[in-house]
Every structure is written in C-alpha cells, then in structure tokens.
C-alpha cells in the first residue's frame, strides 16, 4: 500500500560527498516525521538523523556538520546529503517516516529497503 523508495547510495573515496533520497509512494492521507538510520556489518542500527513535518532537525554526533537532512513535502521526499565521508560511514542506509494511510487512522512506522554507502580508498 505504501512504501519508501531509497536510492543515492555508492561507493566513494574518503572526503567525498553523497546524497540519499527517500521518496513515499503508494496511498496515503500524510507523513510526519522522517529520518534516516545506518547500519554497518556486525552491529545494531543507529539513528543518523530525523526532520519533523516542520522542518525541526535531529543529529547523531558522529555525523553532525558533516549530514544534513532536508525534506520536501510536496514531492513526499526526505534527503541526506553526507559530506566529508570517513570510512567508518560505511553502512546500508535505512529511510524511516511515520505515515498516516487516512485522516484520523493511527500511523504506520515504514523503512525502506536500505541503500549501500561504503567509502573507502
């Protein structure tokens, strides 16, 4: 019914420049927050960095003056743009949103299917 579609991800050099995008498709009334969360081989998911409906922004502190999240509502669309990528960025990206199929209806938490960032010389 709904999904988020990721896309963006790669391999690049360390001190280059990435951007992720996270594009809701499908039926639905609304998102409200969305966010984005790593996960590297052998450990748990971490958040890296979530945005409201308004626009108020979150950071993990290891990517903070680095990431910068940004959506854009009309196209239903969350973006990370990563800068100054270090290889301990190396992870599969997963987008997350809280989506309301309906007015009134309780939300559903979605993640996409993830998307692969490695940097490395």
């Known amino acids: 019914q709904v999904q988020l579609v990721e896309s963006g991800g790669g391999l690049v050099q360390p001190g280059g420049s990435l951007r992720l995008s996270c594009a809701a498709s499908?039926?639905?009334?609304?998102?409200?927050?969305m966010g984005w969360y790593r996960q590297a081989p052998g450990k748990q998911r971490d958040l890296v960095a979530t945005i409201t409906s308004g626009g108020t922004t979150n950071y993990a502190d290891s990517v903070k003056g680095r990431f910068t999240i940004s959506r854009d509502n009309a196209k239903n669309t969350v973006y990370l743009q990563m800068n100054s990528l270090k290889p301990e960025d190396t992870a599969v990206y997963y987008c997350?949103?809280?989506?309301?199929?309906?007015?009134?209806?309780?939300?559903?938490?979605?993640w996409g299917q993830g998307t692969q960032v490695t940097v490395s010389s």
């Open positions: 499908g039926r639905f009334f609304s998102i409200s927050a």
């Open positions: 997350n949103a809280f989506v309301f199929t309906e007015l009134g209806r309780k939300g559903l938490n979605l």
